[in-house]
């Protein structure tokens, strides 16, 4: 009878020891990384959505944010969650041409939609209609989990700018060659210039403006340096900004996890549209608290921006570079981008 007692007890205690196991196998942490700070418009988008994830499988996914740069330089992200040194990490498609060639024709149209549920709308359907771009991530060993989109863009400048002719002459810094390409069509001399100097180069007069989101240059206090701005909401920041995990990683969670991460990204993007609205003008304001001189561009502007001789030529150079990378039919994607614009902005 003891012996008996034994072994039940046995059984039951390593009946336990396995449950025990089984929960403790659900329970993942990841690391994340990052290039910006926790404490800006940025940083609160993706702060909510690490947030959501681990509400939404009800405390069985934690991360372990690295913010800053703090793990991995914001170029190398892409290799990073490929090769596993992160297992999730934010991805600006601008710093891949090469590899995410098909994702960069987010930036051959520079007028979208300026409500942020029609731009994440946007973004949604062009994965969904576009599977080439979602290839373009697997390939490199991953997916994207979540989106977020920043504030429309916005120059600011040594002297006041409240046209496209007034930028005629001026030294103009923007972050890829398709915008860079657009400010010399509006009269600009563009201007190629890491991010971590142009404080300086707008101190100095190395560069006479920079044109980029309106939260990246109140982020970098860009307007302190150059204290007129002028900010066109209606030529958005097409590109969307995209948290991605390590796909092996992926494959290792389970279905509830899986569905945790739709369901957090979901919950994000409505709570991150409320600060994204508020954050405009809470930056307009600050500006003009601050002394500095603000202009509002009109939609003509925008349509003017749109419509110059340079936006088609991007388009064709860039179908032209992507059949020479072996897509086959590059106009039909573009098409593809259109009709969604289209929609997005009749929405």
Do not use: C
Request: net charge negative; hydrophobic share 45%.
């Amino acid at each position: 009878m003891l012996t008996k007692t034994l072994k039940l007890g046995t059984l039951s205690f390593a009946a336990g020891l396995a449950m025990s196991s089984a929960l403790m196998a659900q329970n993942v942490t990841l690391n994340y990384a990052t290039n910006t700070p926790p404490n800006n418009v940025r940083g609160e988008a993706e702060s909510i959505f690490l947030e959501e994830l681990e509400t939404a499988s009800g405390g069985e996914i934690s991360v372990v944010p690295y913010w800053g740069s703090s793990l991995i330089q914001g170029r190398e992200i892409l290799g990073g969650v490929r090769d596993g040194i992160t297992e999730m990490g934010f991805v600006n498609i601008n710093y891949y041409p090469n590899q995410l060639l098909l994702n960069s024709a987010f930036n051959l149209f520079p007028k979208g939609p300026s409500d942020y549920e029609d731009i994440v709308w946007s973004f949604e359907q062009m994965y969904e209609r576009i599977p080439e771009l979602n290839e373009e991530f697997a390939n490199q060993g991953q997916r994207i989990v979540h989106m977020y989109g920043v504030t429309p863009y916005a120059g600011v400048f040594k002297s006041e700018v409240t046209s496209l002719e007034a930028m005629e002459g001026l030294r103009v810094r923007a972050a890829s060659r398709w915008y860079l390409n657009l400010l010399e069509g509006a009269g600009a001399t563009p201007v190629s210039m890491p991010w971590g100097d142009l404080y300086q180069g707008l101190q100095t007069g190395a560069i006479d403006g920079v044109f980029t989101n309106l939260d990246g240059i109140h982020r970098a206090s860009l307007d302190e340096a150059a204290q007129n701005v002028f900010f066109v909401p209606d030529l958005w920041l097409a590109i969307p900004f995209a948290i991605t995990i390590n796909e092996s990683k992926w494959q290792s969670l389970t279905d509830e996890q899986k569905a945790a991460f739709e369901l957090a990204s979901e919950r994000a993007t409505a709570r991150y549209s409320e600060i994204w609205n508020a954050s405009i003008e809470d930056i307009l304001q600050a500006q003009r608290d601050a002394g500095y001189t603000v202009n509002v561009a009109a939609i003509s502007i925008a349509d003017a921006f749109a419509e110059l001789p340079e936006v088609a030529n991007n388009q064709a150079t860039w179908a032209t570079e992507a059949r020479d990378a072996g897509v086959s039919d590059p106009e039909a994607i573009l098409e593809q981008f259109r009709t969604v614009i289209s929609e997005a902005v009749a929405r």
